[in-house]
C-alpha cells in the first residue's frame, strides 16, 4: 500500500498546454526543467520548503512534443532532497535523450558519485536563495566542488539578484564551470537592482567558467504575461557571452506566484537575438556543456 501524497502547497502546472507559434530548430535542449513525484514513487522529502503537485515523466514528455523540444536536463528540486531516482529513471527512460543535475552532499560516497556520473548526471545544484532554505555552509560547498573536478561535473547554482555581487569573488575562483540559474535572478519594473545586474554581464563576460541560463521570464517580469518587459536583460546576457547561454523552461514552474502559459516561454524567444546566438542557446551550447551528441 501507498502512501497519500501530501497536500500541495504550490499552484499547479498548467493542465492542456497549446503549441507555441513560435517553432524550435531540431534538437532543442530545455535545460532547466523538473520531474515531480509521482509521490507514491518518489516520495517528497521531510523537511522540504514546499510540496508540489505531481508533474511525472509523462505529463512532461508530452509537453515536450508539444512545444517541439528534443532534449532536456532535468534538475533534481528541493522538494525531492538528496533522492536523485526521479532524475536517473527519467534519464534511464529517454534513450539518450535526457540528461541530469543531482542534489548531493557529503554524505555520498566516491562510488555513489561515479555512480551518478554513469547514470547521466553532469553536476550538481547549490542553492542560495535564503528563502528556500538549506542555504549551504561555504566550506561543504568547497568541499564539494573539489570532489566533482574529476568527474567532469559543473556546479549549477540559485541565487537571489542582490547576493549575485557578493558571491562574485567567490564565483571566480572556483575550479569548476558554474551555471547561474534564472538570468541571475534579475527583476524587471520597480525591484530591479542595476547594480547587481552589472555585476552579472561583468562575471559573465569577464569569466570563461560562467554560464548563465536565460530562463524564468515569468519570475522576473513584473507587467506579466507575455513577458515583454524581460527581453532586454535575456538580449543584454546573450551579447556578453552567446557561447555561454543556455535555455529551459523550469517545467513546473515550482513557487511561482501565477502559473505562466507553457507556450508564452517559447514565444518570447522569437524577441530574442536570432540566428546564431538563438541556434547556440537552445542546440549547440547545451550539448557542449552536458555532452549530447552534436
Not at 535545460?31 to 514513487?41: E, K, Q, T, V, Y
Not at 542560495?128 to 542555504?135: D, T
Not at 511561482?256 to 518570447?268: S, W
Request: proline share 10%; aromatic share 8%; glycine share 6%.
Amino acid at each position: 500500500m501507498t502512501d497519500q501524497a501530501p497536500q500541495p502547497t504550490i499552484l499547479p502546472h498548467e493542465p492542456h498546454p497549446r503549441t507555441p507559434a513560435f517553432k524550435l530548430p531540431r534538437s532543442t535542449c530545455d535545460s532547466h526543467c523538473h520531474i515531480f513525484g509521482p509521490h507514491a514513487l518518489y516520495p517528497y522529502a521531510e523537511g522540504r520548503s514546499y510540496t508540489p503537485h505531481d508533474a511525472p515523466l509523462p505529463v512532461f514528455r508530452t509537453l515536450q512534443k508539444i512545444l517541439g523540444i528534443d532534449r532536456a536536463v532535468i534538475v533534481n528540486a528541493t522538494c525531492h532532497g538528496r533522492d536523485n531516482r526521479v532524475v536517473t529513471d527519467a534519464i534511464a527512460q529517454s534513450n539518450g535523450a535526457y540528461l541530469g543535475i543531482a542534489n548531493i552532499d557529503e554524505t555520498f560516497s566516491e562510488k555513489e558519485l561515479e555512480t551518478l556520473r554513469d547514470q547521466g548526471i553532469r553536476g550538481c545544484r547549490f542553492n542560495f536563495v535564503r528563502r528556500l532554505g538549506n542555504v549551504p555552509d561555504p566550506a561543504v560547498f568547497r568541499r564539494l566542488v573539489e570532489r566533482m573536478k574529476p568527474l567532469g561535473w559543473h556546479v549549477d547554482l540559485y541565487f537571489e539578484a542582490g547576493d549575485v555581487p557578493e558571491f562574485v569573488p567567490m564565483l571566480r575562483t572556483l575550479p569548476v564551470a558554474y551555471v547561474i540559474d534564472h538570468m541571475g535572478g534579475v527583476r524587471a519594473g520597480r525591484e530591479h537592482n542595476a547594480a547587481s545586474f552589472a555585476a552579472l554581464i561583468e562575471l559573465l563576460r569577464t569569466d570563461e567558467k560562467c554560464w548563465i541560463k536565460v530562463t524564468g521570464p515569468e519570475r522576473i517580469s513584473a507587467a506579466g504575461p507575455p513577458y515583454h518587459d524581460v527581453i532586454p536583460f535575456a538580449q543584454a546576457l546573450m551579447a556578453a557571452a552567446p557561447e555561454r547561454t543556455l535555455w529551459g523552461t523550469d517545467w513546473p514552474h515550482p513557487n511561482v506566484k501565477q502559473m505562466p502559459t507553457d507556450a508564452d516561454l517559447v514565444e518570447i524567444l522569437a524577441h530574442y537575438p536570432a540566428g546564431d546566438a538563438l541556434q547556440r542557446m537552445l542546440v549547440d551550447n547545451p550539448a557542449r556543456l552536458y555532452g549530447f551528441p552534436s
